[in-house]
């Protein structure tokens, strides 16, 4: 689903590569972790997979498209078979919550009726069902990153990357929206969750890939992530609505692994 070969990514005016010869193959269904320190490559492996970036050699496979070989033009139409999702949530502050998930259907010319079908579903699913008139700033940052998950899955695509999604999030917020894009993996949605968050890697025990300076150092089935000592990490501020985020989760049951299926495969 997801294919790096022999990828080398070195950005304009840059001495050092970004990624140096990467090789990664994440299968269709698969949930992986991209962890390691800061600069160590998680977002250009990211960007690189978006087509946000080109790489400077080797071969980046995505749905089956080679993505050196996609022209721009083709780009948008790549981009509908993949969701992302962003440390800082990235909605549209204008908008309301439905507003900002029927948006991404829009974009892509979806009719009315399906919109009208969609965005309801999808909200219910991350659990912020009745909260599709606010706008934003009237949301709890976890529950931002709910609307956030939920324009990025709307239109059901096959991949769901997520970049740092939990880096603005308090530690227990942060596994309620971990244990949410597991259950979005668990409908059958390949999720690539780039992270520096050593909890809620070893709550999951997903497959890890590790980064250090531009290399996989670590590629593991069910792994762990020790972060280095020093090394930033996602400890985020305090976030005075986490009290209203618990509450949400417990209310979609999220936080109750049997009922959604928290078995390992
Ligand atoms: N647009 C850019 N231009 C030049 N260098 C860049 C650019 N983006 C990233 N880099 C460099 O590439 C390397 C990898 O950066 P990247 O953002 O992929 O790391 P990361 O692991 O995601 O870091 P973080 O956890 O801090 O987000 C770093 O040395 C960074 O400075």
């Known amino acids: 689903m997801i294919r790096f070969d022999n990828v ?21 269904g698969e949930f992986v972790f991209v962890v390691g320190p800061s600069g160590s490559g998680k977002s250009t492996m990211l960007r690189l997979a978006l087509r946000e970036e080109r790489a400077t050699s ?10 050196g070989s996609l022209s721009a033009r083709k780009v948008p139409r790549f981009r509908r078979e993949i969701g992302a999702v962003f440390q800082d949530f990235r909605l549209l502050p204008g908008k309301t919550v439905d507003q900002n998930v029927a948006f991404a259907l829009q974009v892509i010319g979806k009719p ?15 659990g912020l069902e009745g909260k599709g008139k606010r706008l934003p700033h009237q949301l709890s940052g976890g529950e931002q990153q709910r609307v956030a998950i939920a324009r990025a899955v709307v239109n059901k695509p096959q991949i769901l990357l997520c970049d740092e999604p939990t880096g603005n999030l308090d530690p227990k917020i942060s596994l ?5 894009l597991d259950r979005i993996n668990r409908t059958g949605t390949t999720v690539v969750m780039a992270t520096h968050d050593a909890d809620t890697v070893n709550q999951l025990r997903r497959r890890v890939v590790q980064l250090d300076e ?3 150092v670590r590629d593991e089935q069910h792994g762990t992530y020790l972060a280095p000592i020093g090394a930033a990490t996602s400890s985020p501020p305090s976030d005075p609505d ?12 999220d936080l109750d692994p049997e009922r959604f299926g928290g078995e390992d495969r």
């Open 8 to 28: 080398t990514k070195v950005y304009p005016r840059s001495t050092r590569p970004a990624l140096d010869d990467v090789n990664v193959n994440v299968e269709r």
């Open 112 to 126: 009315s009726s399906a919109i009208r079908q969609l965005v309801p579903e999808t909200l219910e699913m991350v």
């Open 242 to 253: 986490a009290v209203e985020d618990a509450e949400v989760a417990e209310e979609i049951g």
């Open 58 to 67: 080797g071969t980046v496979l995505v749905a089956g498209q080679d993505l």
């Open 214 to 216: 531009g290399h996989v």
């Open 176 to 180: 309620d929206i971990v244990h949410l």
